[in-house]
DNA sequence: TTAGTGATATCC
DNA sequence: GATATCACTAAA
């Protein structure tokens, strides 16, 4: 069992986004209880003209991390009571991220996903693969990966929200 | 289908 | 200071 680390994240975000999806989040809950989730889906988000990327209308503070270094940790308030968890990818000083779509089970839903494992603000800004709290790990087992239009992002309209850059692992 | 929720960005 | 928007969920 290994972590991922900088390497990983270091990448084209669609080939990090298309190898998490069968990984383990791992996730050290204040009780010291360890929770594993495997992720079940994920999107890829960014790059140079991705309208339906949030830094794409312009670098804000909100956005600034998505400009940052792979590997960190993009939370994300939506509609006022759901948790959206990303992980930056690619080269710094380019916007471009993986949201963690699904977990396995009855974790249909990126606000679930992060429910579950906890995860919040406080994480906003965290490395992935330097902190103790939590971290994503490889176990070895591979999966079919099917690809699907990222759901949505309806306002970025039709190209973008078109793209086939949601990635399905066969469980 | 619709209500609920609050941070953020964009307008005064 | 005010308002519009939003990478969602649960209940119906």
Do not use: Q
Request: charged share 30%; net charge neutral; proline share 4%.
């Amino acid at each position: 069992m290994k972590r991922l680390d900088y390497d990983f994240f270091h990448r084209d975000r669609l080939t990090v986004a298309k190898e998490l999806a069968g990984k383990i989040i791992a996730r050290k809950m204040p009780d010291r209880e360890i929770i594993r989730v495997r992720i079940a889906e994920t999107e890829a988000y960014g790059g140079e003209e991705d309208k339906a990327c949030h830094a794409s209308k312009g670098r804000t503070p909100r956005t600034e991390l998505l400009y940052g270094k792979a590997g960190v940790i993009y939370v994300y308030l939506c509609y006022g009571m759901h948790w959206l968890m990303n992980i930056i990818t690619g080269e710094e000083g380019r916007p471009e991220g993986v949201l963690l779509r699904a977990g396995e089970g009855k974790l249909s839903g990126p606000a679930k996903l992060t429910k579950a494992i906890g995860v919040d603000k406080r994480f906003n800004g965290l490395s992935i693969c330097d902190n103790e709290e939590i971290w994503i790990e490889d176990d070895g087992k591979s999966f079919e990966i099917s690809t699907a239009p990222r759901v949505g992002i309806d306002y970025a309209g039709e190209e973008w929200a078109g793209k086939p850059w949601r990635f399905i692992a066969n469980i």
